[in-house]
């Protein structure tokens, strides 16, 4: 108000406000500008990967992926309040990350606490704070988030110490918080992830109790678009290279 109001006050006095009228202009502009700090505070708190918007995802490189469910969660943040999962399956490369940070950015946007990790980097957290036997502190920690986001689950190891942390993470938000997590695996390869299979049927039975599961199934966009640059350049040069003249 304190930056606007001389500016308003001309304004209103150029167009004829009544003085609610002005009011009302300077206390949108206030609750404007408080909404943007906060969003912004909300994005640098969440860490999500910059630039990863559901308007700049290319769908058309998917061409058999029907977005429409995944779109209804985006518009809708209802589903956290029923602590509800989003699993994202697809071979690297096929937009999966992109997909989880627009879906995140759209919780913050409806004033939802989000936090985006590395699900290995995670791990690693979790496994230091049961060392020093912190892991329930933590855990409770991490539910001050509505929405918990592991990208890559696929690259945590398979060892005892990180699958147990992971299980206790997974077993902890159960039916309380959600959780959007994104594999290349599918779940009939988890067995490569958790140390037994008891463990891992437990784990995805949590997972997908109260979950939507989407399969993005096609070419890798990072792969394509190295195809195609390295096309393009093959045209470009082809079409500089003049034919010699006899």
């Avoid at 990208?151 to 299980?167: G, P, Q």
């Amino acid at each position: 108000m304190l930056h606007h109001w001389e500016t308003l006050e001309q304004q209103a006095m150029q167009e004829g406000w009544s003085y609610a009228q002005f009011l009302l202009v300077l206390c949108e502009s206030e609750v404007q500008h408080r909404w943007s700090n906060r969003i912004q505070r909300a994005l640098r708190e969440a860490q999500l990967p910059s630039g990863k918007t559901v308007s700049n995802f290319d769908f058309s490189h998917c061409p058999s992926f029907n977005p429409a469910p995944l779109m209804q969660m985006a518009d809708d943040p209802t589903w956290l309040g029923r602590a509800e999962n989003l699993l994202l399956f697809g071979a690297s490369g096929v937009g999966k990350s992109h997909l989880a940070s627009a879906v995140s950015r759209r919780m913050v946007e409806f004033g939802k606490r989000v936090r985006f990790f590395s699900a290995l980097a995670l791990v690693q957290q979790l496994q230091q704070a049961k060392l020093q036997l912190q892991l329930q502190a933590m855990l409770k920690k991490l539910d001050r988030f509505d929405l918990l986001v592991l990208d890559d689950l696929s690259y945590v190891k398979k060892t005892e110490a990180e699958t147990s942390v992971l299980f206790e993470l997974i077993a902890h938000r159960y039916e309380r918080k959600s959780l959007l997590i994104t594999a290349n695996q599918p779940f009939s390869q988890w067995d490569a992830i958790f140390t037994d299979s008891m463990m891992t049927v437990a784990a995805v039975d949590r997972l997908v109790h109260h979950a939507l599961i989407v399969e993005i199934q096609t070419e890798s966009y990072r792969k394509q678009s190295a195809v195609s640059r390295s096309e393009a350049s093959k045209t470009a040069k082809k079409e500089t290279v003049q034919p010699k003249r006899s």
